[in-house]
T-cell receptor, first 114, second 117 residues
Framework: KNQVEQSPQSLIILEGKNCTLQ??????????LRWYKQDTGRGPVSLTI?????NTKSNGRYTATLDADTKQSSLHITASQLSDSASYIC?????????????FGTGTRLQVTL | DTGVSQDPRHKITKRGQNVTFRCDPI?????LYWYRQTLGQGPEFLTY????????KSRLLSDRFSAERPKGSFSTLEIQRTEQGDSAMYLC???????????????FGPGTRLLVL
């Protein structure tokens, strides 16, 4: 069964600090991995996407890494801001014919405080 | 704003009533997906359309649920005889798939939050 596990479940950090979120997956055959940011009460918004051959991708203060051998990914947030408070969801896509099958993690709830 | 809109944003209904949600995807997108998300969980796949054809349905989609995309543009999701367990956020996403492509980026709408009393 395809699964995506994220840790920690929740995290509180001070504004300006860095943090790293983890994602482990067992999805086969692997197509790509995305990190989404979901603000409370809103739909998820894509931050980064990585395919099998990519091991790092940046989007501003967000840097995602991928180790396809160990099936692990991380999302590093630099110099956090209050607006970074949200859920961060790791989403892995399986290459299953014509269907874009996504397996979602349960997310890491990040709270950035003063 | 991703360009995908959903209506209504919130719906409160009594158990046993029928509800219908609408999703307007990004206009040139050929695929449209419906997901359900409960508190503290990631979205769960319900069904998806390629143009007007409904190509896949999850086992989560009981016979009380029906989705349509009659003209390959907007889509509706209807829940009949709602139950308290149907309370969740219903998310719509759209994507542009080329050929048999898999793994294209899905753009999510803001969701419709349903509360069944």
């Amino acid at each position: 069964k395809n699964q995506v596990e994220q840790s920690p479940q929740s995290l509180i950090i001070l504004e300006g600090k860095n943090c790293t979120l983890q994602c482990n997956y067992t999805v086969s055959p692997f197509s790509n991995l995305r990190w989404y940011k979901q603000d409370t009460g809103r739909g998820p918004v894509s931050l980064t996407i990585m395919t099998f051959s990519e091991n790092t991708k940046s989007n501003g203060r967000y840097t995602a890494t991928l180790d396809a051998d160990t099936k692990q990914s991380s999302l590093h947030i630099t110099a956090s801001q209050l607006s970074d408070s949200a859920s961060y969801i790791c989403v892995v896509s399986a290459r299953t014919g014509t269907a874009s099958k996504l397996t979602f993690g349960t997310g890491t709830r990040l709270q950035v405080t003063l | 704003d991703t360009g995908v809109s959903q209506d209504p944003r919130h719906k409160i209904t009594k158990r046993g009533q029928n509800v219908t949600f609408r999703c307007d995807p990004i206009s040139e997108h050929n695929r449209l997906y419906w997901y359900r998300q409960t508190l503290g969980q990631g979205p769960e796949f319900l069904t998806y359309f390629q143009n007007e054809a409904q190509l896949e349905k999850s086992r989560l989609l009981s016979d009380r649920f029906s989705a349509e995309r009659p003209k390959g543009s907007f889509s509706t999701l209807e829940i009949q005889r709602t139950e308290q367990g149907d309370s969740a956020m219903y998310l719509c996403a759209s994507s542009l798939a080329v050929g048999q492509g898999a793994g294209e980026t899905q753009y999510f709408g803001p969701g419709t939050r349903l509360l069944v009393l």
